[in-house]
Structures are given as structure tokens and as C-alpha cells.
């Protein structure tokens, strides 16, 4: 069973649009995360989320939202697209912060 | 706002070679955690470091942990083409956003 999935894996969609990415985790873990990694492979942290507290990269448009449903889900809702939100976005989850980080396999944005 | 950096930023070798990663902060970690991400998926924990001075190897990869705690060190020796990839630190810290990543050192082992 993968324990960090994320759907879809590749999204493809004109500037201006709304999308969302799903994450889903079955290893019971408290916290979840959104990275952005660029075309030069820089991991960028975009926000942090367990059930008591949500930390935001103060850098993040917030034209970028988290929603959780549930523990076990932390989607990323991105809303009018810009050419340079494309990239590679990945979730993770941990036990709690600062435990190891299990990574999904990534989502491919392009923007055109 | 700590200051992360992670040098070399590319390094290419032959296989068989030795080579160090490092990772230096201005400030002071309460653990380290190194990852590595190959082409295509997400990193995977290699390991966790939390005692200053501390050194853990695994198998030809030998980490090691500043006495200070602002730095750490992933020497690998007798490199294949099997280590290549993207090599991250990701110290903790104790406030904001507790873990972040470094900009990665990525590494080709040419047979």
C-alpha cells in the first residue's frame, strides 16, 4: 500500500484556471505538509498542518489555500493560475514536526 | 530567519571516487535529518542526526553532526552510479517552520 498518495501526477492547464491537488496519507500521521520544488530541484515549504495548527510561508500567494477533511487528507487548492506555478508540488507527512518525512511521489504542474 | 546552505551545489565523479556533502546554518539545529531524491519521486530519509558531535554510517554513507550543531557532513566513499542523485539536509529547529531544506547537492557518479 503507498502511504503518501497524491493525485493527479501530472496537471496540465491554462493560466487563469483553478485546480486542486489531493494528498492523502494512510500511515496515521498527525502532520502534514506542501512543498514546491522549482526547476532547479529548491524544496520550498509552503505550509504546515496537523490538527491544532496550520503554518503558512508567509512568502505563499494566498491565491494557494490547504484544505483538510480529515486527518488522513491535506489538498492543495491553487486559485487563477500563473505561469510560474508550474513546478513540481509534493506533499509529505510526519508523525509530528521534526520526525522523518514520508514524500508522495509528486504532482507536475505546467502552466501555459 | 536562519541561513541554510548546502555546498558543493553539483558534483560529478567517477565511479569509485570519495566525496563530502556539507550543510551549515548560522544557527543552531536541534537535529538534522539527511535525505536523498532520485529522478522523478519524492526524497527518502537516509538519516537523523541529534547529538552534537554524533557520527552514523550507512553502509559506504558516513554522516556526522557539528559538535556545535550548526553543521553536518555526508562523506561518501567509493561512489557508484547507484548514489546518484539529489542530496538534502533539513535541519530542525525549534521555532516557525521546524524542518526546512536546504537547496540540495546533486551528485552523478559516471561509471
Known amino acids: 500500500d503507498t502511504a503518501v498518495s497524491q493525485t493527479p501526477k501530472y496537471l496540465v492547464t491554462q493560466m487563469g484556471n483553478d485546480k486542486s491537488i489531493k494528498c492523502e496519507q494512510n500511515?496515521?500521521?498527525?502532520?502534514m505538509y506542501w512543498y514546491k520544488q522549482d526547476s532547479k530541484k529548491f524544496l520550498k515549504i509552503m505550509f504546515s498542518y496537523n490538527n491544532k495548527e496550520l503554518i503558512i510561508n508567509e512568502t505563499v500567494p494566498n491565491r494557494f489555500s490547504p484544505k483538510s477533511p480529515d486527518k488522513a487528507h491535506l489538498n492543495l487548492h491553487i486559485n487563477s493560475l500563473e505561469l510560474g506555478d508550474s513546478a513540481v508540488y509534493f506533499c509529505?507527512?510526519?508523525?509530528?514536526?521534526?520526525?522523518?518525512?514520508?514524500f508522495g511521489p509528486g504532482t507536475r504542474l505546467t502552466v501555459l | 530567519t536562519q541561513l541554510l546552505e548546502q555546498s558543493p551545489q553539483f558534483l560529478s565523479i567517477q565511479e569509485g571516487e570519495n566525496l563530502t556533502v556539507y550543510c551549515n546554518s548560522s544557527?543552531?539545529?536541534?537535529?538534522l535529518q539527511w535525505y536523498r531524491q532520485e529522478p522523478g519521486e519524492g526524497p527518502v530519509l537516509l538519516v537523523t542526526v541529534v547529538t552534537g558531535g554524533e557520527v552514523k554510517k550507512l553502509k559506504r554513507l558516513t554522516f556526522q553532526f557539528g559538535d556545535a550543531r550548526k553543521d553536518s557532513s555526508l562523506h561518501i566513499t567509493a561512489a557508484q552510479p547507484g548514489d546518484t542523485g539529489l542530496y538534502l539536509c533539513?535541519?530542525?529547529?525549534?521555532?516557525?517552520?521546524?524542518?526546512?531544506f536546504g537547496a540540495g547537492t546533486r551528485l552523478f557518479v559516471k561509471a
Open positions: 544557527s543552531v539545529f536541534s537535529s
Open positions: 500511515l496515521g500521521h498527525d502532520t
Open positions: 533539513a535541519p530542525h529547529y525549534t521555532g516557525g517552520f521546524k524542518t526546512i
Open positions: 509529505a507527512s510526519s508523525q509530528v514536526e521534526g520526525n522523518e518525512q514520508f
